[in-house]
């Protein structure tokens, strides 16, 4: 396991602890909802989907919470300044954590804003993401804002090396600041296979080394654009899932406080695979601690023996 030097920041995003020494508090798992492609959707424009089945993953996902202990998170997607209201506010009522919102449509993310402020939610509402394309105008309105947490984005079209994708996360953490956000979550964003993939991991151990900040990733990007999985013979739905969970369960190992694992429709084997390894992880922290007389905490997780 690793032990970092730096002191390492803990923050509340909206009930939900993230942060600190690997092992001390569990990872805490993004879960998505209203994504084109998912069952649940049926009109990305409108905002439409079924309701039943939403709130039966969400369900499904609170109870893994509660058998596990590890602490759900959900990100709503929202095409459309419409969709994205109708998103957070039926999300806002069945579901009680913290939400993290996107969309590629900048009008879309400062409805969100607007959103959150109008409807006091800003308490509990994660800003995704403070990046390099943010235009001024949202940047006014999120400034404005009641919103104080954000994830940055550490990607950069030029940013292939260490050290371009560190340079890239200090200057997103300077303007995060700038516009009011007092708690942050640094994705260094997990490119394609073959396309830079696991330079994230290593951007990773460097944020916490370095900076001591929360750290984010969405492991699942890269199985999902993978070629491999679209040949005949491996394209298959048990496949993918594999390929998905190895992603999440490398990510949790290599530091990653939060993780986003795409559709909530994997929500149970995402879950199960992350707290077995929850328990790995906390009987390695044990040792490493008790050799190196080092006092803290330590997430246990329970092992049904």
């Known amino acids: 396991m690793f032990v970092f030097k730096k002191e390492q920041h803990t923050y509340d995003f909206g009930g939900v602890t993230i942060g600190g020494h690997p092992g ?26 079924n309701k039943t ?56 993310r400062i409805r969100a804003i607007e959103y959150a402020d109008e409807t006091d939610l800003s308490n509990r509402v994660i800003y995704n993401s403070i990046n390099l394309s943010m235009k001024d105008a949202e940047k006014d309105v999120l400034k404005k804002s009641a919103l104080n947490m954000a994830v940055l984005l550490g990607w950069s079209p030029r940013a292939t090396s260490l050290p371009e994708r ?50 984010c990733l969405g492991p699942h990007n890269a199985p999902s654009a993978w070629r491999f999985l679209k040949e005949s ?9 594999a390929t998905i969970v190895a992603s999440t369960v490398v990510s949790q190992v290599l530091a990653t406080d939060a993780i986003m694992y795409g559709s909530m429709i994997r929500t149970k084997e995402v879950f199960a695979a992350v707290a077995l390894i929850s328990n790995a992880m906390a009987t390695a922290v044990a040792e490493a601690n008790n050799v190196l007389g080092i006092e803290r905490d330590i997430f246990d997780p329970p092992t049904y023996d």
């Open 24 to 49: 001390e508090n569990p990872t805490v798992l993004i879960g998505g909802l209203f994504f084109k492609g998912q069952p649940i959707v049926e009109d990305t424009r409108d905002g439409t989907f």
């Open 53 to 108: 089945l939403a709130l039966e993953w969400i369900n499904t996902a609170n109870t893994m919470t509660e058998k596990t202990g590890h602490p759900l998170m959900i990100q709503a997607f929202g095409r459309t300044p419409t969709a994205m209201e109708n998103h957070l506010s039926w999300l806002s009522e069945h579901f009680d954590g913290p939400i993290l919102f996107e969309s590629t449509n900048a009008n879309a």
């Open 166 to 215: 560190m340079k890239t996360i200090t200057d997103m953490f300077e303007l995060s600041k700038e516009l009011g956000m007092e708690k942050v979550l640094v994705d260094p964003a997990t490119m394609p296979v073959g396309a830079g993939y696991g330079l994230e991991h290593r951007t990773i151990l460097a944020v916490k080394s370095e900076l001591g900040l929360p750290t």
């Open 233 to 241: 013979g491996f394209d298959d739905e048990s496949t993918q899932m």
